[in-house]
């Protein structure tokens, strides 16, 4: 119930396009929603962050749908650039006196020019 | 502005040898402090937090310990390091307050190579 799936492992997006980020969970104690960037070598770096209380969010070229009846969150980023080729994590963490994230497992991203 | 630091870099140890990873964070009071470890192409596995002075929980039995013995400082070690050890340890940060979507900060990590 802790955990959060995330898909697909890995996704090849032409220059232009629209990559698609989904994630899924279980717990409905989860009342946050955050997306990681990392860059080969970096710590991940928040991109962009949801409540279950609102069902988009856009920021830039980043938008994240959530859908809460499904228990399901997607990252889109549309127009992506060889710039954005990177591994991608979506987390989820709940208000307790940890603030722990939970994290999927990582989608590697490749943006071919 | 706040920042997170990280040190060293990278390291290889021998089985059988200490540890000792610093995570020290400046220009925030009492934030709640996290240890990660990545293993290769894998998601993040949270090993100790910290939400206070010498506070620190365990969310992964094993060799490792955490230590929080200043505000802004973190330490992880052990005493023995296994081959299993190898990863790259993330340590990160957060405000502390009442709500959960207060993002946490990440440093750049030590990539530890255990021979």
């Known amino acids: 119930q802790q955990q959060v799936k995330q898909s697909p492992q890995s996704l090849i997006v032409q220059k232009g396009g629209i990559s698609i980020i989904n994630c899924a969970y279980e717990?409905?104690?989860?009342?946050?929603f955050p997306w990681y960037q990392q860059f080969p070598g970096k710590g991940p770096a928040l991109l962009i962050a949801?409540?279950?209380?609102?069902s988009e969010k856009k920021e830039g070229r980043f938008t994240i749908s959530f859908n809460k009846s499904a228990k399901q969150f997607s990252l889109h980023i549309m127009d992506s650039q060889p710039g954005d080729s990177a591994t991608y994590f979506c987390?989820?963490?709940?208000?307790?006196?940890?603030?722990?994230?939970?994290f999927g497992s990582g989608t590697r991203l490749l943006v071919r020019p | 502005s706040q920042t997170i630091h990280q040190w060293p870099a990278t390291l290889v140890q021998p089985v059988g040898s200490p540890l000792s990873l610093e995570c020290t964070v400046e220009?925030?009071?009492?934030?709640?402090l996290y240890w990660y470890r990545q293993a290769a192409g894998r998601g993040l596995q949270l090993l100790f937090y910290?939400?206070?002075?010498?506070?620190i929980s365990s969310e992964v039995p094993q060799n490792l310990s955490a230590s929080r013995p200043q505000d802004r400082q973190f330490i992880l070690s052990s005493k023995k390091l296994l081959l299993s050890d190898s990863g790259f340890y993330l340590c990160?940060?957060?405000?502390?307050?009442?709500?959960?979507?207060?993002?946490?900060?990440f440093g750049d990590g030590t990539r530890l190579s255990i021979l």
């Open positions: 220009g925030t009071s009492n934030p709640n």
């Open positions: 717990n409905t104690a989860f009342d946050y």
């Open positions: 990160a940060w957060r405000e502390t307050g009442l709500y959960s979507n207060q993002p946490q900060h």
């Open positions: 949801i409540r279950p209380d609102v």
């Open positions: 987390a989820a963490s709940r208000a307790d006196s940890s603030y722990k994230l939970i």
């Open positions: 910290s939400v206070g002075i010498g506070q």
